[in-house]
Nanobody
Framework: QVRLVESGGGSVQAGGSLRLSCAAS????????MAWFRQAPGKEREGVAS????????VYADSVRGRFTISRDNAKNTLYLQMNVLKFEDTAMYYC?????????????????WGQGTQVTVSS
């Protein structure tokens, strides 16, 4: 079992920055992918960015590429999402997720472990 706890959400004006953190605990030794997803009211959950733990390969949604950066501190078992040049449409609940499978990438159905979420609100 893997436990994930997000932090770092908040309110920011458009053009600003936030950094989300996700602390992982439990049986993290078999974790292969970690990712950030987001869900806005009335919309489906969408993948934002993922990282392949073993070699650090990253994948980004087109909507955030060039503005967001996913990273992981393996020593601290913590995942980060640096979000720059935030836009109103980035407003959502952001979730951290972990997978022990292959090619999990940005498909939420590939991730069995989820945090409780942290709210990001961007005002225009």
């Amino acid at each position: 079992q893997v436990r994930l706890v997000e932090s770092g959400g908040g309110s920011v004006q458009a053009g600003g920055s936030l950094r989300l953190s996700c602390a992982a605990s439990g049986d993290t030794s078999r974790t292969s992918y970690m990712a950030w997803f987001r869900q806005a009211p009335g919309k489906e959950r969408e993948g934002v960015a993922s990282i392949y733990i073993l070699i650090g390969n990253t994948v980004y949604a087109d909507s955030v590429r060039g503005r967001f950066t996913i990273s992981r501190d393996n020593a601290k078992n913590t995942l980060y999402l640096q979000m720059n040049v935030l836009k109103f449409e980035d407003t959502a609940m952001y979730y951290c997720a972990a997978s022990t499978g292959y090619f999990s990438l940005l498909d939420p159905y590939n991730y069995p472990y989820w945090g409780q979420g942290t709210q990001v609100t961007v005002s225009s």
